[in-house]
């Protein structure tokens, strides 16, 4: 992979694609993801243009008081291992190094003693709406199972790709950094930086990826949701496994190919979701690949290390399921834990309890705005597929934490 931060390739992706800076990715993850990416899944999930706000803006100061009824019902042990696993990331990081080092001192501790750990160390804020609201969209994610070879086969003829050697990245924060977390991608054409392929030039009978082929599987509409998700366990024919995660993206914002099928008549708004458009492809297999085309964005993939217990999410560590979940990590700090006040998937049961920030996607954006991770396979997928819900967020935050605008 080419990386380029020269003001020169700079210049020119300003030129040529300066809409990567501003536009907001309206997509919905339906067919992430950080998740993530449903009215398809999350196809009503589209953020609405917010005026420029401050580094964790949204977050007010409040009680715990608050949430006391939830954490008291909260079974907290099953939580506190993926708080460990943030601070595996967040211990070298001044504001959470304290905490972190108090945490690995707690050993095998009790729901009890949990709650004070947190009560002691940790201030309390309420994640807000940019409009004041708050409460957001609540959606679901999870890692499928899908079946590949590493080589092509007659039953394995859909790619996974990994980053190609053509792709350029410029990290936008090195050169300006009010632009922290904006990055530009393209590719050379002689001298000249062009915005990258779109899905449907990757796509086509000329192959232009040949030779950057990771694994192949045997389902185009699996693959698709896969790149939604960012993750995902591939399974040989021999019984081996591997793991996939999310390496790369070729720069063009994400489109929902569930709203797609709804502009053009194909499936009704209130009946969209993951399950209903693999169901419509299984009898439009002509159409799948025009419909897939709408969403330009290609994610590239790496395989993961062998023994993890789960997906590598954003910030660097395994998430756990029902304990992990993708937020704007422009308004909530990655490795945070937060809790969330939300229901079950298309039921009043309330889910209520302490999670971990430690994910990010496409289609996840604003104050409050989470994508749960359910975990691997076919219950997980269909979790996550029906979730839509609204829901309330509260972020703990160390006592010494300093917010960027009070530098």
Known sequence: ????????????????????????????????????????????????????????????????????????????????????????????????????KASRLLMNPSDSEIKQFFYHHFFLYQALQNSGKEEGLITGYYQPLLKGSRKKTGKHQVPLYAPPSDLVIVDLSEIYPDLKYKRLRGRLEGNKLIPYLTREEISENAYPLKGQELLWVNDPVEAFFLEIQG????????????????????????????????????????????????????????????????????????????????????????????????VDRRFIPLGAPIVLSTTQPYSDKPLEQLMVAQDTGGAIGGGVRVDYYWGQGDYAGKKAGSMKQQGKVWVLLPKTFIFPDSK
């Open 1 to 100: 992979m080419i990386k380029n931060h020269s003001f020169l390739i700079f210049l020119s992706l300003l030129l040529i694609s300066c809409d990567a800076i501003n536009v907001k990715e309206t997509d919905c993850q339906c067919e992430e993801i950080q998740v993530t990416k449903e009215e398809s899944i999350k196809c009503e999930a589209f953020p609405e243009e917010e005026e420029e706000i401050s580094q964790y803006g949204l977050l007010k100061k409040t009680e715990w008081q608050a949430v006391d009824s939830i954490i008291d019902r909260d079974h907290l042990s099953l939580a506190w291992p993926a708080w460990l696993q943030s601070c595996n990331a967040l211990v070298k990081k001044q504001v959470w190094t304290e905490v972190c």
């Open 231 to 326: 993750s995902g366990v591939i399974a040989f024919e021999d019984g081996s496994r591997t793991q996939v995660g999310y390496a790369d993206q070729n720069g063009h914002p994400y489109r929902s190919m569930g709203r797609e099928l709804i502009h053009k008549g194909e499936l009704s708004r209130h009946k969209v979701s993951m399950q209903s458009i693999k169901a419509w492809a299984k009898k439009n297999k002509a159409k799948l690949q025009k419909f897939m085309n709408a969403n330009p964005s290609v994610v590239f993939f790496r395989e993961l290390p062998p023994g993890l217990p789960g997906p590598i999410g954003a910030l660097g560590v395994p998430i756990t399921a029902e304990r992990s979940v993708a």
